[in-house]
């Protein structure tokens, strides 16, 4: 609704106001993603997190790169919980692994499960909040209690419950953890689109394009669903940081990722065993998952101010 | 109002039933057979086990075993665990200890999130402001159980101001460092969430009136900013609650702390279906209940809000 009201321009031959009229009639006005893009360019913020989100995307392709020492092979007990040395500059891990190599490496899998977990969670999220709010009636009721019943469950006890069943207890990976937090976490993207695609649903332009003759399913996909994207677009960026902190917690626990694959998650997890003698082995792959972290939310907090109609009159 | 609670409890009749339902399936279909982990890696005779499996209710299909859960809790019987200890005493073991911890946890996140909020949100861009700001997000990207480690090794070990686990004393001073880090990431959702509510809201006319009315700053900020301001953050800590006691699992773990989650994880390595259902059902209770009160608590915040149409 900003981008088709608030740039209203009476048509050129009826206003005798043409020549002092502010606004540039012959150039398309700017859509609300394009003016966001171009205050987006210029905040510190936005550029300092987008850079290290690109530094991480590609630590996460390329580990190769950054470190030629292999993360698991060439472990010597003899080197357990030894200092920083020359190659080695955070030296190594109870197991006499070397920390950076496995620092570099564990980037893969906390990005991959961060990424397709919000990819599902925006999948199944946004198509029942845009039928439940578009729709309204009695499937919102029932969209709305199935909801519920996935927010009240807490994360934890689900993933115990969860990964201990016959189909994943065998073959965990990367997919099972990505399973376990969509399947708790949709229920709060369907609440942000619910309430997101009811505040355009009713909006001029909608009427104005069923009345043309677009079907009512064919309105929620062109013209609703695109004007509800603001806040579902913030709500993922939060949510890839707040769900790569769920899968270092889970494989904390010992329910998350397996052992064999590499995870700032296993790692801290594998720290715990020397946190009194050499507390450095577990802050090096935290800080990793913290600099992740921050990223992400800084991102999403650049991108709601930007896309925030209030704060641009500012 | 009557009507309204009313109608708010028959909503969560369906939520009820579909949580325990599923929460009992999925623990039914976990593998291992508790019976036989009673006995260890002794053979017991044959009519042994059928006793011990009909009295659990093992031998009946699933339906059946549900059904028997809902009568049995209904009628305030939880039944036994597989060891022969009675479920409801086991509960009444944990829930106090995390509940003092989550109440603990919460009056911490609430009281220093909304008066930091406000200092913060008062003065927008400010010195405070920024400090706080950033603070905050570094603790929201850190996880709970890095800082639980962290506050653990410098708070118990290195300066010793307090016990580094809790173990069987638990009370308000043992719990006071775990509450801390169970309190904290919740603690910077607090504080953005007031401040942004009380920035937005410094400005509006009846504050400009209360002002100009001759009020006091303290009651212009207390009586009408920070009232306006706290309905979205009421929301959070009211949803939150139900997270703090079923999410204490990482917390009670680090810091040894007798409570649900301790239980919770040892009855899912058991495969108890029984103890792990009876304690989801309470979560969840608690979980709508703080909803419930969050609700109604809007009235008084905001006497605009009214629950019959």
Redesign the interface.
């Known amino acids: 609704m900003t981008s088709n009201n608030s740039h209203f321009v009476a048509p050129i031959e009826e206003t005798p106001l043409q020549a002092t009229d502010a606004v540039k009639t012959d150039q398309a006005p700017l859509s609300l993603w394009a003016d966001a893009w171009r205050k987006l360019r210029r905040r510190p913020l936005f550029i300092i997190s987008a850079l290290l989100i690109l530094a991480l995307i590609v630590i996460a392709l390329f580990p190769g790169l950054f470190t030629s020492t292999p993360p698991n092979e060439g472990c010597e007990l003899g080197n357990s919980e030894g200092a920083p040395t020359a190659g080695h500059p955070f030296g190594f891990t109870f197991q006499g692994c070397d920390v950076y190599s496995r620092v570099i490496h564990g980037t893969q899998a906390s990005l991959s499960v961060g990424l397709l977990s919000v990819l599902c969670v925006l999948v199944i999220g946004v198509t029942i909040g845009a039928i439940a709010g578009y729709y309204g009636g009695w499937i919102d009721a029932v969209l709305a209690?199935?909801g519920?019943?996935f927010f009240?469950?807490?994360?934890?006890?689900?993933a115990?419950?969860?990964t201990?069943?016959?189909l994943f207890?065998e073959n965990k990976s990367v997919w099972t953890v990505v399973f376990v937090i969509s399947l708790l976490a949709w229920p709060q993207m369907a609440r942000i689109t619910r309430g997101a695609v009811i505040e355009v649903r009713n909006s001029d332009f909608v009427t104005a394009a069923r009345s043309l003759g677009v079907s009512k399913f064919g309105a929620l996909i062109r013209h609703v669903l695109p004007n509800a994207l603001a806040p579902i677009i913030v709500l993922a960026t939060l949510e890839l940081?707040v769900f790569i902190?769920a899968e270092?917690?889970l494989s904390?626990?010992g329910i998350g990722l397996p052992q064999s694959i590499m995870s700032w998650g296993n790692d801290?997890a594998g720290a715990?065993a020397s946190?009194?003698t050499r507390?450095e082995i577990?802050l090096y792959p935290?800080a990793a998952?913290?600099?992740t972290?921050?990223s992400f939310?800084?991102l999403g907090d650049a991108v709601r101010d930007a896309l925030d109609p209030k704060s641009r009159q500012r | 109002m009557i009507r309204f609670i009313l109608r708010r409890l028959l909503?969560v009749i369906?939520?009820f039933l579909?949580?325990t339902l599923?929460?009992y399936y999925?623990?039914f279909?976990?593998?291992g057979d508790p019976i036989a982990a009673l006995f260890g890696d002794r053979q017991p005779p044959q009519a042994v086990i059928d006793t011990l499996r009909s009295q659990y209710h093992l031998d009946q299909p699933f339906w059946v075993q549900y059904g028997l859960f809902l009568k049995n809790l209904f009628t305030f019987n939880l039944g036994n665990d597989f060891t022969g200890q009675p479920i409801a005493a086991s509960l009444a073991r944990v829930f106090p200890v995390t509940a003092m911890l989550a109440i603990e946890a919460l009056a911490i996140q609430a009281i220093f999130g909304v008066a930091f909020g406000v200092f913060a949100g008062l003065r927008r861009g400010g010195w405070f402001d920024s400090t706080v700001l950033v603070a905050s997000?570094?603790v929201?990207?850190?996880?709970?159980?890095?800082l639980g480690?962290?506050f653990q090794?410098v708070f118990g070990?290195q300066l010793g101001w307090a016990k580094p686990t809790v173990g069987a004393n638990a009370n308000w001073g043992t719990l006071l460092l775990p509450a801390i880090v169970l309190g904290l990431v919740s603690f910077a959702y607090v504080l953005r969430l007031t401040r942004a509510s009380v920035s937005e809201n410094m400005n509006a006319d009846y504050v400009r009136t209360a002002t100009a009315k001759g009020l006091s700053r303290p009651r212009v900020v207390l009586a009408h900013i920070l009232r306006n301001s706290l309905i979205p953050v009421v929301t959070y800590l009211g949803a939150n609650l139900?997270?703090l006691m079923?999410?204490a699992?990482?917390t009670e773990?680090i810091f040894n702390v007798p409570g649900v989650?301790n239980k919770?994880?040892q009855a899912?390595l058991r495969?108890e279906g029984p103890t792990?259902v009876s304690i989801?059902s309470v979560?969840?209770l608690v979980?709508?209940v703080a909803n419930l009160l969050v609700d109604l608590l809007y009235a008084w915040l905001d006497p605009r809000i009214r629950y019959d149409q």
């Open positions: 209690r199935l519920d019943i009240a469950l807490p994360l934890v006890l689900a115990l419950v969860i201990q069943l016959p207890r940081g902190v270092a917690t904390f626990l801290i715990q946190i009194r507390p577990m935290a998952l913290s600099i972290v921050l939310i800084m | 909503q369906p939520v579909g949580t599923l929460v999925m623990v279909a976990l593998p997000l570094v929201i990207a850190v996880p709970t159980f890095v480690f962290v090794l070990v139900g997270g079923g999410g699992i990482v773990g989650g919770l994880y899912v495969s792990i989801v979560l969840v979980f709508v």
